[in-house]
């Protein structure tokens, strides 16, 4: 099998939540994370002293139907685009730029997981 070949930058879990306030508290003052993007339905926490290592807290996906288990931020977003539709996986989000600086698709992996393949504008 052959493989795209951009970058990966980060990946990200997205961790579901019912109370994102209660959520966000407790990843900030247990364990030191900062809050470095709130949106109200999505936030990323991130590391103080290492800003890679991130998670983020969603309560649902603002434009998508179904909300992404992780995240994958790479280089050449179109790259990767076209290697999912050539190996026939399930874009369950179209190719959009969305109003808060990124533009991204959702796919399913082999296993069903929902993946957000994003890149910053």
Do not use: C
Not at 37 to 54: G, K, R, Y
Not at 84 to 104: M, Y
């Amino acid at each position: 099998m052959t493989s795209a070949q951009g970058n990966v930058r980060r990946i990200v879990p997205n961790l579901p939540t019912r109370d994102a306030g209660a959520a966000k508290a407790f990843y900030v003052s247990v364990l030191g994370l900062e809050v470095v993007m709130d949106l109200e339905w999505v936030a990323t926490l991130a590391s103080p002293t290492h800003p890679t290592a991130q998670l983020n807290l969603i309560t649902e996906d603002a434009s998508a139907a179904v909300s992404p288990e992780i995240s994958v931020e790479v280089d050449d977003l179109n790259l990767a685009y076209d290697a999912a539709v050539t190996f026939g996986l399930q874009i369950v989000h179209p190719l959009t730029d969305e109003p808060w600086g990124v533009r991204r698709f959702f796919v399913r992996d082999p296993d069903g997981r929902v993946v957000n393949v994003l890149s910053h504008r």
